[in-house]
């Protein structure tokens, strides 16, 4: 059997008595697009940082690539090509879209020209070369999500993990990053996508694990999910299913 790219066994993270996820157990493949969905609190924002090593789980194992990354730090787990993008945005508002950038790439590279050149390369494909002398405080929220993925990007990751990347953009914004992962995909990336904007990821995933309360409640592909009863019932309603039957 192909080694999956992500595996992750049994995660459990407790925070006092509240469990946020509950012995949650899927893979990722090499080259998939997984979305990883459910209701706000369901513990997909504690499962991205059990994976990228904010935190460490209370019990369960995770594995990129064969190695054994569970509590790792996450500037090693980066290291090894496994880098994730925050719910919140956070780029450091006093530098340049470009410096924004190079930050990313000073993880691998040592000389400024080198980061400089990784950061173009970057600029040009997340669409963000006009903007790269602009500060990144002062950019638009759409503007500030792709840079989010750009400085990740930068860090020559095998696997992007992004919390959100949709959240309050407009529908051609939405259209947009759905592109963006697709040509990332293309590129040979994979990726895992926390999103609550149904139309942006339920298209572009190959594979969607559903979290509720902590548990995953079902995991198939899209078409599978969006017809789930228990899915349903927790999170996606009678609306989205409705309007996906139609189409
Ligand atoms: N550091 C923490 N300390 C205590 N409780 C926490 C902590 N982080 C998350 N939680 C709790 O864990 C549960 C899961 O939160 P989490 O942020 O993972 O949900 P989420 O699925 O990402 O939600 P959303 O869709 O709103 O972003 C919530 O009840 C939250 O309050
Ligand atoms: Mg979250």
Partial sequence: MVQPMLQVDGVTM????????????????????????????????????????????????????????????????????????????????????????????????????????SADEILEMTHLHDKRDQLAGSLTIADKKRLEVARALATRPDMLMLDEPMAGLNQTEVKEVMELCV??????????????????????????VVLNAGEKIAEDVPEVVVNDENVIKAYLGERYHAQSKKS
């Fill in 14 to 117: 407790k925070f006092g008595s509240l469990v946020a996820n509950n012995r949650v157990t899927f893979h990722v493949n090499k080259g998939e697009i997984v979305g990883l969905i459910g209701p706000n609190g369901a513990g997909k924002t504690t499962l991205f940082n059990c994976i990228s090593g904010f935190y460490t789980p209370t019990e369960g194992r995770v594995v990129f690539r064969g190695t054994d990354i569970t509590g790792m730090k996450p500037h090693l787990i980066c290291k090894l090509g496994l880098t994730r993008t925050f719910q919140i945005v956070k780029p450091l508002k006093e530098m340049t879209v470009k410096e924004n950038i190079m930050t990313g790439a000073f993880l691998h590279v040592n000389t400024r020209r080198e980061a400089e050149e």
């Fill in 183 to 208: 040509s990332l995909k293309e590129n040979g990336l994979t990726l895992m996508i926390v999103e609550h904007i149904m139309e942006g990821i339920m298209p572009i995933a190959d594979r969607v």
